[in-house]
């Protein structure tokens, strides 16, 4: 079964501290996977996007880490700001359709106190 | 920026309402799709679109219903809402091309059926 299983479920760290969170995914075949940052009461916004050929992808201070061996993820996200508080999803995508079927993590629920 | 509009962003009715939920993007885009997403979980499809008069149902089994007669707009609609139909909508879009596919979300349609 496809499958994304992200960790952890929530974190609560200080202004300025830096966090990673992760991503497991049982999803075959593979084709990329994406981070996405969704904020309260919003539609989620894409952060990174990697496929199988790439194994770090940097978007200001979010960097993404991607090992296909093992089918791991992981956003790494330094000196966080109060605004980065809200939910990162990891997505990953299959290539056996030609609809490239998303399948979603429940995300991280990221808390950034002043 | 992602040009796709979701109306209305909040939305509360009685049980048995006809309901119609819009999608509006102007980007262009070929496929077009509805997520049913409830708190703190993941996004779930629950219909898609490859293109004007094409529609198919998603992952999760849904009693709602979707039309493509305009490339740009992608309503879904209830014809009798019931409680159980109380989540959040997420409407997105993609051009299709290339390994990423890369889908924008509209902002969501927040549904409370009393």
């Known amino acids: 079964k496809n499958q994304v299983e992200q960790s952890p479920q929530s974190l609560i760290i200080l202004e300025g501290k830096n966090c990673t969170l992760q991503?497991?995914?049982?999803?075959?075949?593979?084709?990329?996977l994406r981070w996405y940052k969704q904020d309260t009461g919003r539609g989620p916004v894409s952060l990174t996007i990697m496929t199988f050929s790439e194994n770090t992808k940097s978007n200001g201070r979010y960097t993404a880490t991607l090992d296909a061996d093992t089918k791991q993820s992981s956003l790494h996200i330094t000196a966080s700001q109060l605004s980065d508080s809200a939910s990162y999803i990891c997505?990953?995508?299959?290539?056996?359709?030609?609809?490239?079927?998303?399948?979603f993590g429940r995300g991280t629920q990221l808390t950034v106190w002043p | 920026e992602a040009d796709i509009y979701q109306t209305p962003r909040y939305l509360v009715i009685g049980t048995g309402k006809k309901i119609t939920l819009e999608c509006s993007q102007t980007?262009?885009?070929?496929?077009m799709y509805w997520y049913q997403q409830d708190p703190g979980m993941e996004l779930h499809l629950i219909h898609y679109s490859y293109g004007v008069n094409s529609t198919e149902k998603g992952d999760l089994s849904s009693e709602s219903t979707v039309s493509r007669i305009r490339t740009e707009h992608f309503p879904l609609t209830l014809e009798s809402a019931r409680p159980s139909h109380t989540s959040q909508y997420l409407c997105?879009?993609?051009?299709?091309?290339?390994?990423?596919?890369?889908?924008?979300f509209g902002a969501g349609t927040r549904l409370s059926v009393l």
């Open positions: 980007m262009g885009h070929d496929k």
């Open positions: 997505v990953v995508s299959d290539r056996g359709s030609t609809l490239g079927r998303l399948y």
């Open positions: 991503c497991n995914y049982t999803v075959s075949p593979f084709s990329n």
């Open positions: 997105a879009s993609s051009d299709g091309r290339g390994a990423k596919n890369i889908q924008y």
